[in-house]
């Protein structure tokens, strides 16, 4: 059974063309199937690489493997495997992986990789205020949050809210909340308060200087983290934050304050205190001493005393390995001997990482230091920079495909195929759906039925392509979930949205066959490469594993060809020591046998003597070889490591004589894949007949 790749890389080495233009010159026919010179000359471009000229042989020997692929394909179509079930789902999975690169802006994404790679060159270090809203949130608790912020933001630059500000504030978070309504519950009513009161004694709570921002992130910010941090991040590069957040850090001059920035966690703003080139990364290894919970003082100065008499020892010289696999509390590292992967910054916590990137050279290592998890000592192994953009291109892409920024690309994307197709829309056609729009849509319950009375008017329009109402409320039907109630033209907007942007991406992957010859003839080979695997695997490869019987007359018929060379069968005698080998040869001049030879010398001790049956093919042991006749061989032989030695007894010599199946089942099943690989294509060659077209053949370049 061969592997599915094997049929498709000998396939590509012939690479396709599916043609669509009947007027295009027929270069040959197989059993009155017109195959087309471009197909042909495809082929021969690709093996003949950059070499100027061919000799006419060279491109007769293509029509011999062409032609015998296609009565291949030809042959797995009549059989009916492009209609399985399994090829169609094969293939129309390859078929979503190559469209992917086409369903997006292919300069947008360079543009975002290149943009990746400089960033990396810089870290930013920033401190952040969070105020969480969902990502599906209404317009009027979006207001609210960005307001807020904004209040929060002019306090920290000194700008005091005045009590207009407060009152306008105050309004727009009362149409937000659910505090002062008859549903309320207690814990609305404390949300409220506390964020009325977060904007009225904000700037109250500030002092001057410049820890205004960490004060004020420990009292507004919605990020847990900043009760204790002040919002600071550290310092990061590219591809460690979201998207919209990292491109505001990167854009926000040293020193300075976003405006509000939305993420997928909310609105923050975004304080950049400082930048710097890209330390790079490094190795190291380190020894820990974890802190317990609830730690008491006498353990802590235990752990003191601990940590430094490790550290005493590597002083005096001991090596770091061995300490950090005797004493390190991190087990996973310490049986590699302290060992970590390579990490830059924002990976480690900040003490562990400023301590280890201080560290000058290859070898040096840290005083013992204290992080949240305890007492670490650090050994530098190794350090390197960024490596260059064609080394991280592939992994930059890689990431940036996961990474939200891709949708840019697809919006891009969206955009041009909108203004190649004259994108059109029915605005009132649209509005009509908050006519029927109700609360079973947010139940997972809406049925399209319910929009049949607005009349199926035509919704949009996309090239070719008209989308009415009954398409839409079909895909409102088959996306809607369960989900939190929210107003019904916001969900009209998202939704509509979703589906015209779901549209137009569908409309332009139904047309690349037809605008990339590139992906139209990859998908071909492809489609042609699992067909002739199916068929072989089905002719050949499987029927060879699976047919038994006829395996077994192949190997009656061709036996002679898998002979075993002369060989012998020899008992090897480990004896401990030449007493032993006295012993052992004594008893095989009597005649004893291998078992009662083990059982006497072996009375003593089990390690006395050590007996093996092993046959040799002549040529594999050359002191079987030296006597090669049936006895006990005349010398000993003795180890040079120790004093072992073995007695070697030549019990028969086997003349060559054929193996059986199970013994050369591999080769016999390899040969008889061939014998029916060559049988199948007598086959073809007989019921397939090729006509070449001379006069097409000889223009082909």
Known sequence: MKKRTLGFLTLSAFGFVAVSQTSEPVIMTINGKSVYKSEFENVYKK?????????????????????????????????????????????????????????TDKNVNEALIQEAYDRMKTEVKASHILIRIEEDALPKDTIEAYTRLMIIRDAILGKNPSAAKIAEYETILKKSSSALTKTSTKQDTVNYNLKLNAVKNISSALTTGSEKFAIAAKKTSEDPSAVDNGGDLGYFTSLQMVYPFENAAYKTNKGEISLPVRTRFGYHIIQVSDNRPNQGEILSAHIMIKFPKNMEEKEKANLKTKVDEIYAKLKAGEKFEDLARQFSDDKPSSEKGGHLQWFGSSRMPIEFEKAAFALKNNGDYTEPFTTAYGWHIVKRLDKKGIASFDEMKGELKQKIGKDSRTQAGRASLIEKVKTENKFSENQAAKKDFLKVIDTTVFQGKWEAKKAEKLGNKELFKLGDKKITQNDFAKYIETHQTAREKIDNNMFLQTTYKEFVDETVINYEDSKLESKYPDF?????????????????????????????????????????NYLWDERAEVTTYKCANEKIAKEVRALLKKNKTEKEITEIVNKTSQLNVTPENITYLKGENKDVDANWKQGVVASDIKDAKDDKITILVINKLLAKSPKTIAEAKGMI???????????WLAYLKNKYTVKVNEDVLNTVK
């Open 669 to 679: 099943t390899a040969d008889y894949q061939n014998y029916l690989e060559k049988e």
């Open 520 to 560: 139209r003839n990859l998908l071909k080979e492809y489609r042609d490469g699992i067909l002739l695997f199916d068929l072989t695997d089905q002719k050949v490869w499987s029927k060879a594993v699976k047919d038994t019987a006829g395996l077994k007359v192949f190997y009656e018929k061709n036996k002679n």
């Open 47 to 103: 093996n003949s690489g950059k070499e100027v000229s061919k000799e006419q042989k060279s491109v007769k020997e293509y029509v011999d493997l062409f032609s015998t692929f296609k009565m291949k394909v030809f042959e797995a179509e009549e059989n009916g495997l492009d209609t399985n079930s399994a090829f169609k789902t094969e293939l129309a999975g390859y078929r979503k992986q190559l469209a992917a690169p086409y369903l």
